[in-house]
């Protein structure tokens, strides 16, 4: 960890023991969290995980504390997408009640974290999950005890009075046996801060998550987003995420498929430019056999970014008829812009199908003139062959409605960047 | 009126055209026929602006505006239209939502007003059946999965609907049974009249039976050289492109 990330740890873990007494939940399970990140610090390079990804542009950001009272939260929350649906917004971590609309269905159940916090340890390996299970305050608690339907859960980030702030919200969604729950979850904001959210995510035997991800963080913003995710015999965990926003984004996501039958979908796209970074890492672990993962992620890179995709399948022993799929391709429509991609498959089953591939291309120029040729302008013929080519990403989102508000967020990131 | 003067051009460095000379005036529809390798279809690449042809020599001008000065949507803008020998597929996009985004951005050149879906599908619904298209290949990726003389017929509707007023055709009889050759001869044909010229490439006489050209000419080495009538075509299906040529080296 370079100097001045070792700084940026240190602001935290001092925050911490300023505010380690009115945190709410089990003050040992913090604890802990705070000894691994003083003995770890925060990621760096020189962790084969965080390779492609180098957090020190963090240490360029005081983090104010603590976190004062927000304005223009109202205006922030006027650009959610609009969709007729139960909502829980949170404005820098924290539940508002005013801004929520929370006339949920008989089948879901939703509270704040802050009312009833009970926080678990989270695996060892997860630096940031650390950081947040030490100052996590608030959350979401979502629970679908039958057709829940769908719910929009919102995160509205800004900084305070110029100043950046840091906040770790730590969300837990649980789908009962047999339940059923689509997530809507947006992510946007204003100005410099750090989001910094973990998921902890159940689905109990025949349950279905559907969990789908729009990250439109403000263009000065750090999104460094964990899920950990449990899908029990015969139970669906379906996730997309959409990144086109903050300056610097990784949503890592690690499901274990633990009964016989689970399926995980882990599919998600990117579109970037200017100097983003978007980092896409996943972890399946196959713990039960005959379980399927599908992955598909897509990156279109302009400009100097940088996309990274590691995607790991681990399939244990007992794992026989595991069925695993991966794939991510790249469209790179700058010679500066780069992407890093790492498929890691740790096999331990001898009975397994388990597929990866990789590809990176520009745009086909017999196509572009083929365009041009019937009168399509060069810079629409470019956007149309990249809403092609994420086309085939977002069909992997089958509810039309929130296929649609990606549709709707894809149209106007390409706009803004024309 | 389309005026090509004395136009050379090369792929890598190699030379295709070597100074052809060509004028097309309003209404006329010209046939250019050729040996493998003569230059015909870059002809069509060039006036139309595809990457990878260096003209090296002469002009071609459109209505008295430099073509090759042009960028390739601005030609289309213009009027001009190619029909291409390989339709490219465009797998995720709508062959809908791609000729709709065509003709809009084309109104849009003109100071027209665009149209919305509702209006587009009447005009793009009236032309498929002219050209006995099924109405499922609007809902189809762009030529994706098409089978050649669909794609073919796809080339002619966009060609319908934009209402080119010089189409260039490169070899659109090329793969084509006689049925679908007569769709698209009947589709050229529709839309002949004192505005609208055409260009059409061929290397048989087959296709000019149902589209009856003004003017015929042989290209053969980069240059045209011999023009003629209807009555060519028959002559060089007769006697070959070797006997046509040798006959006109003689002269």
Same mark, same amino acid.
């Given at each position: 960890?370079?100097?001045?990330?070792?700084t940026t740890a240190q602001g935290f873990l001092s925050r911490y023991e300023g505010l380690r007494t009115?945190?709410?939940?089990?003050?040992?399970?913090?604890?802990?969290?705070?000894?691994?990140?003083?003995?770890?610090?925060?990621?760096?390079?020189?962790?084969?995980?965080?390779?492609?990804?180098?957090?020190?542009?963090?240490?360029?950001?005081?983090?104010?504390?603590?976190?004062?009272?927000?304005?223009?939260?109202?205006?922030?929350?006027?650009?959610?997408?609009?969709?007729?649906?139960?909502?829980?917004?949170?404005?820098?971590?924290?539940?508002?009640?005013?801004?929520?609309?929370?006339?949920?269905?008989?089948?879901?159940?939703?509270?704040?974290?802050?009312?009833?916090?009970?926080?678990?340890?989270?695996?060892?390996?997860?630096?940031?999950?650390?950081?947040?299970?030490?100052?996590?305050?608030?959350?979401?608690?979502?629970?679908?005890?039958?057709?829940?339907?769908?719910?929009?859960?919102?995160?509205?980030?800004?900084?305070?009075?110029?100043?950046?702030?840091?906040?770790?919200?730590?969300?837990?969604?649980?789908?009962?046996?047999?339940?059923?729950?689509?997530?809507?979850?947006?992510?946007?904001?204003?100005?410099?801060?750090?989001?910094?959210?973990?998921?902890?995510?159940?689905?109990?035997?025949?349950?279905?998550?559907?969990?789908?991800?729009?990250?439109?963080?403000?263009?000065?913003?750090?999104?460094?987003?964990?899920?950990?995710?449990?899908?029990?015999?015969?139970?669906?965990?379906?996730?997309?995420?959409?990144?086109?926003?903050?300056?610097?984004?990784?949503?890592?996501?690690?499901?274990?498929?633990?009964?016989?039958?689970?399926?995980?979908?882990?599919?998600?796209?990117?579109?970037?430019?200017?100097?983003?970074?978007?980092?896409?890492?996943?972890?399946?672990?196959?713990?039960?056999?005959?379980?399927?993962?599908?992955?598909?992620?897509?990156?279109?890179?302009?400009?100097?970014?940088?996309?990274?995709?590691?995607?790991?399948?681990?399939?244990?022993?007992?794992?026989?008829?595991?069925?695993?799929?991966?794939?991510?391709?790249?469209?790179?429509?700058?010679?500066?812009?780069?992407?890093?991609?790492?498929?890691?498959?740790?096999?331990?089953?001898?009975?397994?199908?388990?597929?990866?591939?990789?590809?990176?291309?520009?745009?086909?120029?017999?196509?572009?003139?083929?365009?041009?040729?019937?009168?399509?302008?060069?810079?629409?013929?470019?956007?149309?062959?990249?809403?092609?080519?994420?086309?085939?990403?977002?069909?992997?989102?089958?509810?039309?409605?929130?296929?649609?508000?990606?549709?709707?967020?894809?149209?106007?990131?390409?706009?803004?960047?024309? | 009126?389309?005026?090509?003067?004395?136009?050379?051009?090369?792929?890598?460095?190699?030379?295709?055209?070597?100074?052809?000379?060509?004028?097309?005036?309003?209404?006329?529809?010209?046939?250019?026929?050729?040996?493998?390798?003569?230059?015909?279809?870059?002809?069509?690449?060039?006036?139309?602006?595809?990457?990878?042809?260096?003209?090296?020599?002469?002009?071609?001008?459109? @209505?008295?505006?430099?073509?090759?000065?042009? =960028? %390739? *949507?601005?030609? #289309?803008?213009?009027? +001009?239209? !190619? &029909?291409?020998?390989?339709?490219?597929?465009?797998?995720?996009?709508?062959?809908?939502?791609?000729?709709?985004?065509?003709? @809009?951005?084309?109104?849009?050149?003109?100071? =027209? %007003? *665009?149209?919305? #879906?509702?209006?587009? +599908?009447? !005009? &793009?619904?009236?032309?498929?059946?002219?050209?006995?298209?099924?109405?499922?290949?609007?809902?189809?990726?762009?030529?994706?999965?098409?089978?050649?003389?669909?794609?073919?017929?796809? *080339?002619?509707?966009?060609?319908?609907? +934009?209402?080119?007023?010089?189409?260039?055709?490169?070899?659109?009889?090329?793969?084509?049974?006689?049925?679908?050759?007569?769709?698209?001869?009947?589709?050229?044909?529709?839309?002949?009249?004192?505005?609208?010229?055409?260009?059409?490439?061929?290397?048989?006489?087959?296709?000019?039976?149902?589209?009856?050209?003004?003017?015929?000419?042989?290209?053969?080495?980069?240059?045209?050289?011999?023009?003629?009538?209807?009555?060519?075509?028959?002559?060089?299906?007769?006697?070959?492109?070797?006997?046509?040529?040798?006959?006109?080296?003689?002269?």
């Amino acid at each position: 960890m370079s100097a001045a990330l070792q700084t940026t740890a240190q602001g935290f873990l001092s925050r911490y023991e300023g505010l380690r007494t009115q945190l709410p939940g089990d003050a040992a399970v913090r604890d802990r969290a705070a000894e691994a990140l003083r003995a770890a610090g925060l990621p760096s390079v020189r962790q084969e995980a965080w390779r492609y990804t180098n957090l020190r542009p963090l240490a360029d950001l005081p983090f104010a504390e603590p976190i004062g009272p927000v304005d223009g939260a109202e205006a922030l929350a006027a650009r959610l997408p609009q969709i007729d649906a139960p909502r829980l917004v949170m404005v820098n971590g924290r539940m508002r009640q005013d801004l929520s609309r929370l006339d949920v269905p008989e089948g879901l159940r939703v509270s704040a974290f802050a009312d009833a916090p009970t926080l678990a340890d989270l695996p060892a390996d997860a630096p940031m999950g650390a950081l947040n299970t030490m100052l996590a305050e608030d959350g979401a608690m979502i629970e679908a005890t039958g057709e829940a339907g769908t719910l929009v859960l919102a995160s509205l980030g800004t900084d305070v009075a110029g100043r950046a702030v840091a906040f770790h919200p730590r969300h837990r969604i649980r789908v009962a046996s047999g339940a059923s729950l689509v997530l809507l979850e947006v992510s946007l904001g204003q100005g410099a801060y750090l989001h910094n959210p973990v998921f902890e995510i159940d689905v109990a035997e025949d349950g279905l998550l559907v969990h789908v991800r729009l990250q439109q963080e403000s263009a000065a913003a750090f999104h460094l987003a964990t899920v950990f995710a449990e899908v029990a015999k015969d139970g669906t965990y379906d996730f997309f995420t959409l990144n086109l926003g903050a300056r610097l984004a990784r949503c890592e996501a690690r499901a274990r498929l633990s009964g016989t039958g689970a399926i995980v979908y882990l599919n998600g796209a990117q579109m970037l430019d200017g100097q983003q970074l978007g980092d896409i890492t996943t972890v399946v672990a196959h713990d039960a056999p005959a379980c399927a993962s599908r992955q598909t992620v897509k990156n279109v890179l302009s400009g100097h970014a940088r996309g990274v995709f590691q995607g790991r399948i681990d399939v244990a022993r007992v794992a026989q008829k595991t069925d695993g799929y991966q794939m991510n391709q790249a469209l790179l429509l700058s010679p500066d812009a780069e992407i890093d991609s790492k498929p890691q498959l740790q096999i331990y089953a001898d009975d397994v199908k388990c597929s990866h591939g990789a590809t990176v291309g520009e745009l086909d120029a017999n196509q572009l003139f083929y365009l041009r040729s019937r009168g399509v302008p060069e810079m629409e013929a470019r956007g149309i062959l990249v809403r092609a080519f994420l086309s085939e990403a977002l069909d992997a989102v089958a509810d039309q409605r929130l296929r649609a508000v990606l549709e709707d967020a894809l149209t106007a990131r390409w706009a803004e960047a024309a | 009126m389309l005026k090509i003067e004395n136009l050379s051009a090369r792929v890598e460095e190699k030379p295709i055209l070597k100074g052809l000379t060509l004028s097309v005036a309003p209404g006329e529809i010209h046939a250019i026929m050729g040996p493998n390798g003569s230059g015909k279809s870059t002809l069509a690449h060039v006036l139309s602006g595809r990457e990878g042809y260096e003209v090296t020599g002469g002009s071609a001008t459109y @209505n008295g505006v430099d073509l090759l000065a042009l =960028e %390739p *949507e601005e030609r #289309a803008a213009a009027g +001009l239209f !190619l &029909a291409f020998q390989y339709p490219v597929e465009l797998p995720g996009v709508g062959n809908a939502n791609f000729l709709r985004t065509a003709l @809009n951005a084309i109104r849009r050149a003109h100071g =027209e %007003p *665009e149209l919305d #879906a509702v209006q587009f +599908l009447k !005009l &793009a619904r009236a032309e498929m059946k002219r050209l006995a298209m099924p109405d499922d290949m609007l809902k189809r990726n762009v030529n994706v999965g098409f089978s050649g003389g669909e794609k073919k017929r796809n *080339e002619i509707l966009q060609m319908a609907v +934009l209402k080119p007023s010089l189409a260039i055709l490169d070899e659109t009889d090329s793969g084509l049974d006689i049925d679908a050759l007569r769709i698209v001869a009947e589709g050229v044909n529709a839309m002949r009249g004192p505005e609208f010229s055409a260009i059409v490439i061929t290397h048989y006489q087959r296709l000019l039976d149902h589209i009856v050209p003004d003017f015929v000419h042989v290209l053969a080495d980069g240059r045209i050289q011999r023009s003629g009538g209807p009555e060519l075509a028959h002559e060089l299906e007769a006697s070959g492109y070797a006997g046509v040529l040798s006959e006109a080296e003689a002269a």
